[in-house]
């Protein structure tokens, strides 16, 4: 495999989006842009695999120069040694498993042959070589999907949303599974998503999109702990609750919270702001439990639902403004916590961001 | 279908809507199959076979099964390509284009005739460069068929690149595939059952071509008389041989749709 860092620097217009990023990966990192849709992820991937020119523009690959609008150099698709993984996959309804992998391979049909049977049987599907896509779960489909996109030994791993086709049950073991082959790849990977919590789990990096920009970088823990805007906070997770501030006694701000509650940040704000708090922030408690920590926030919530997300389980509250708690399974287990329960949620004062609005 | 229990429960009525369709596609059946059965019933099978063994019968039907797949070819080699391109690619004036395409499939054979006299033939446009080769020759026939069966191909071929996921023409090119690879490797074999109904809507078009052939090319036993022209040369004066082959024809086509439906609902590995 050619090992070496990818480079993309791009600007174009795209309908009414100013796409322009300028990002570097290293091999064996990856690097997950998490955005809403319409931010422009998608592109991104497009423009690196050659699938889409940008008005100005450069790529590079592992020494390879893929792409330079200004040198007039455009490498085809087909010249770059992308492994590209849809996001619906894209397998060839026509072509069994194995024959899609092998479409990607070259050399003789013996020899093609062995090597998708080969990569197929590394990624468990040994035994639904012969099935056709439509045939596959979600979960086999994507396996189909990562063989063929490193069948080329590619020197880029490009990944759009490759978790979205697949259903909640599925999603937490095929995200571990693709874990473990970014961790092996030694190949710079590029993946987008529009979820937060699956960047941060995917990416060592997570690069949070909007509107064609990338907003800010890091990891996803530095992000999380200083979103540079209420977007980013807002789209890393955080629930945000709208309410007015007053300074409060020994410097501290209190914010009365729309339709009722109060909370209290060691942020300075007055006038109408929006609070931020991260779920992993907040603490459930079976009502009317009177622990004396020094959480200074204390809110009655109605728990709304209860969703397993990998090995944690995201606990959907009402304050009554909506809110988010992170808790692992067990705790979840012993708060018997479901659909109408009603628990304390709380949370430090210094785990609140303020921003105005 | 209409049959829903809704509300409280009440007898049903008595299902006249229900009849009426049955009326009318009894009605459908009786009309069109009819004719078709009779071609078989009016005469012995003897008179058939007999009637077929005649030069002129097998001049014709040789004739036709050449110049239809000489057509045929001239269609698919062309006409898949320039379908993929109108699916898959905007440019300016594509309405225009693809309106033009359609054109033959309104025109009237007749008028498809003489505008090929006005282009191809000896004294039309391109006259002083084609001269007589094509009009009243065999090579006359072929290009009437083409004319008149190709745009059944193409909207049909192009509908099927049209519907084909883009996303596995993206996947095809990030594997390694240059543009031709994917076409061939891909496109093609994903839309084979839309090309399969197109070639075989174009097939019965091209088979059963009538008023085009005999103005460009006439009706000469053996160089330009296809089966219709010979059913029409001798339906009035030997309806024995006029039926027979007819009934070749019926069978042709028959075996053509069979097949065409097979093709359409075999296996998409089929192709692989």
């Given at each position: 495999?050619?090992?070496?860092?990818?480079?993309?620097?791009?600007?174009?217009?795209?309908?009414?989006?100013?796409?322009?990023?300028?990002?570097?990966?290293?091999?064996?990192?990856?690097?997950?842009?998490?955005?809403?849709?319409?931010?422009?992820?998608?592109?991104?991937?497009?423009?690196?695999?050659?699938?889409?020119?940008?008005?100005?523009?450069?790529?590079?690959?592992?020494?390879?120069?893929?792409?330079?609008?200004?040198?007039?150099?455009?490498?085809?698709?087909?010249?770059?040694?992308?492994?590209?993984?849809?996001?619906?996959?894209?397998?060839?309804?026509?072509?069994?498993?194995?024959?899609?992998?092998?479409?990607?391979?070259?050399?003789?049909?013996?020899?093609?042959?062995?090597?998708?049977?080969?990569?197929?049987?590394?990624?468990?599907?040994?035994?639904?070589?012969?099935?056709?896509?439509?045939?596959?779960?979600?979960?086999?489909?994507?396996?189909?999907?990562?063989?063929?996109?490193?069948?080329?030994?590619?020197?880029?791993?490009?990944?759009?949303?490759?978790?979205?086709?697949?259903?909640?049950?599925?999603?937490?073991?095929?995200?571990?599974?693709?874990?473990?082959?970014?961790?092996?790849?030694?190949?710079?990977?590029?993946?987008?998503?529009?979820?937060?919590?699956?960047?941060?789990?995917?990416?060592?990096?997570?690069?949070?999109?909007?509107?064609?920009?990338?907003?800010?970088?890091?990891?996803?823990?530095?992000?999380?702990?200083?979103?540079?805007?209420?977007?980013?906070?807002?789209?890393?997770?955080?629930?945000?609750?709208?309410?007015?501030?007053?300074?409060?006694?020994?410097?501290?701000?209190?914010?009365?919270?729309?339709?009722?509650?109060?909370?209290?940040?060691?942020?300075?704000?007055?006038?109408?702001?929006?609070?931020?708090?991260?779920?992993?922030?907040?603490?459930?408690?079976?009502?009317?439990?009177?622990?004396?920590?020094?959480?200074?926030?204390?809110?009655?919530?109605?728990?709304?639902?209860?969703?397993?997300?990998?090995?944690?389980?995201?606990?959907?509250?009402?304050?009554?403004?909506?809110?988010?708690?992170?808790?692992?399974?067990?705790?979840?287990?012993?708060?018997?916590?479901?659909?109408?329960?009603?628990?304390?949620?709380?949370?430090?004062?210094?785990?609140?961001?303020?921003?105005?609005? | 279908?209409?049959?829903?229990?809704?509300?409280?429960?009440?007898?049903?009525?008595?299902?006249?809507?229900?009849a009426l369709l049955a009326l009318a596609l009894a009605v459908v059946l009786a009309f069109l199959g009819l004719p078709i059965l009779a071609?078989?019933l009016?005469?012995?099978?003897?008179?058939?076979?007999?009637?077929?063994?005649?030069?002129?019968?097998?001049?014709?039907?040789?004739?036709?099964?050449?110049?239809?797949?000489?057509?045929?070819?001239?269609?698919?080699?062309?006409?898949?390509?320039?379908?993929?391109?109108?699916?898959?690619?905007?440019?300016?004036?594509?309405?225009?284009?693809?309106?033009?395409?359609?054109?033959?499939?309104?025109?009237?054979?007749?008028?498809?005739?003489?505008?090929?006299?006005?282009?191809?033939?000896?004294?039309?446009?391109?006259?002083?460069?084609?001269?007589?080769?094509?009009?009243?020759?065999?090579?006359?026939?072929?290009?009437?068929?083409?004319?008149?069966?190709?745009?059944?191909?193409?909207?049909?071929?192009?509908?099927?690149?049209?519907?084909?996921?883009?996303?596995?023409?993206?996947?095809?090119?990030?594997?390694?595939?240059?543009?031709?690879?994917?076409?061939?490797?891909?496109?093609?074999?994903?839309?084979?059952?839309?090309?399969?109904?197109?070639?075989?809507?174009?097939?019965?078009?091209?088979?059963?071509?009538?008023?085009?052939?005999?103005?460009?090319?006439?009706?000469?036993?053996?160089?330009?008389?296809?089966?219709?022209?010979?059913?029409?040369?001798?339906?009035?004066?030997?309806?024995?041989?006029?039926?027979?082959?007819?009934?070749?024809?019926?069978?042709?086509?028959t075996?053509?749709l069979?097949?065409?439906?097979?093709?359409?609902?075999?296996?998409?590995?089929?192709?692989?």
């Open positions: 495999m050619l090992s070496g860092p990818l480079s993309l620097a791009l600007e174009t217009r795209l309908g009414a989006l100013e796409l322009g990023v300028d990002l570097e990966v290293q091999p064996g990192g990856c690097l997950a842009l998490a955005g809403p849709s319409g931010a422009g992820k998608t592109s991104v991937l497009r423009v690196a695999a050659g699938l889409l020119r940008p008005e100005r523009g450069r790529a590079a690959c592992g020494g390879t120069l893929w792409l330079d609008t200004e040198r007039g150099v455009d490498l085809p698709p087909e010249a770059r040694h992308c492994g590209y993984v849809f996001q619906d996959y894209a397998l060839f309804g026509h072509l069994s498993a194995w024959r899609n992998v092998a479409f990607a391979v070259s050399g003789g049909r013996a020899e093609r042959r062995r090597q998708a049977h080969e990569l197929l049987e590394r990624f468990g599907l040994g035994d639904r070589a012969d099935a056709p896509p439509r045939e596959l779960s979600g979960g086999e489909r994507q396996r189909v999907a990562l063989a063929r996109a490193l069948a080329r030994r590619p020197s880029a791993l490009l990944l759009d949303e490759p978790l979205t086709a697949l259903d909640t049950r599925t999603r937490a073991a095929a995200s571990r599974e693709l874990k473990q082959v970014l961790t092996e790849t030694e190949v710079p990977a590029l993946l987008v998503t529009h979820d937060f919590a699956e960047a941060a789990l995917l990416g060592d990096e997570v690069g949070v999109v909007d509107s064609g920009r990338v907003l800010q970088r890091g990891s996803a823990g530095e992000i999380a702990a200083a979103p540079f805007s209420a977007f980013v906070a807002d789209f890393t997770g955080a629930a945000v609750l709208t309410g007015t501030a007053r300074r409060g006694e020994r410097n501290l701000t209190v914010v009365t919270l729309d339709g009722g509650g109060e909370v209290v940040s060691t942020d300075r704000g007055e006038g109408a702001v929006a609070v931020s708090v991260f779920p992993w922030e907040i603490e459930l408690a079976p009502t009317g439990s009177s622990a004396d920590g020094s959480a200074r926030n204390r809110l009655a919530v109605d728990v709304l639902s209860v969703t397993a997300v990998g090995n944690r389980v995201r606990v959907g509250l009402a304050s009554p403004q909506p809110l988010a708690a992170e808790v692992t399974e067990a705790a979840a287990h012993d708060l018997e916590l479901r659909a109408g329960a009603r628990v304390e949620a709380t949370f430090k004062a210094t785990a609140t961001r303020l921003v105005t609005v | 279908m209409g049959r829903g229990v809704r509300g409280a429960p009440r007898t049903r009525r008595p299902g006249w809507f229900a071609v078989f009016d005469t012995s099978p003897g008179a058939l076979v007999e009637s077929l063994g005649q030069s002129e019968a097998r001049d014709a039907l040789l004739l036709s099964l050449r110049t239809t797949s000489a057509a045929l070819v001239l269609i698919l080699l062309v006409g898949t390509p320039a379908a993929y391109l109108l699916a898959t690619r905007s440019f300016r004036g594509k309405a225009v284009v693809v309106t033009l395409v359609e054109l033959p499939l309104v025109l009237p054979p007749a008028v498809a005739g003489i505008a090929l006299l006005a282009s191809v033939g000896p004294g039309g446009v391109l006259g002083p460069v084609i001269g007589d080769s094509l009009a009243l020759q065999t090579a006359g026939v072929v290009v009437a068929l083409t004319f008149v069966a190709s745009p059944f191909y193409i909207r049909q071929a192009q509908a099927a690149f049209g519907a084909l996921d883009r996303s596995w023409l993206d996947a095809a090119r990030t594997l390694g595939a240059s543009e031709a690879r994917a076409f061939a490797r891909v496109a093609i074999p994903a839309a084979l059952p839309g090309l399969a109904a197109g070639t075989a809507l174009a097939l019965g078009r091209a088979l059963g071509e009538f008023g085009a052939t005999l103005i460009f090319a006439g009706s000469f036993q053996g160089i330009t008389q296809t089966v219709p022209l010979a059913i029409y040369d001798r339906f009035a004066t030997d309806f024995d041989s006029a039926l027979a082959l007819a009934a070749v024809l019926v069978v042709l086509a075996a053509l069979l097949t065409v439906k097979l093709v359409g609902r075999s296996s998409p590995l089929a192709g692989a």
